[in-house]
């Protein structure tokens, strides 16, 4: 027979959530009535996802943070300019994220719609499962 305790419970669910981010969509819990929580690798999606929308400047006192990618958009579209897409995502992931390893960036332009489709694959650290985030980057017409 087994007897745990109070501590014994807490210390396994700890060690299950590695990484835990608050929504930004502030939703609330229905039943705590407290802001949601984004876990492991759904809050380092939402956080990379983050970094590749942010343009320079928008982050206060770190002029060089985020990705810059939708200034891009509006520059005619070429293979040179998803490759330079791809290059940036890669180098502002890297140096904003650290729970990131193992990345890969690929952004695929769409010509007729004005739009750049990017994958970004990575892994956490500490984990082997691949991680996959995909989203349409849009000029506003």
Known sequence: MAYYTTRDVETSQKES???SDIDLNFDLNPITKDINTLKNEEAVRRSVRNIVMTNFGEKKFQPFFGGDVISKLFENITPFTSFEMEKAISKSIISNEPRVEALSVEANTNNDQNSVNVTVRFTLRNSQQPVI?????ERIR
């Open 17 to 19: 959530v590695r990484f």
């Open 133 to 137: 985030l995909s989203f349409t980057l």
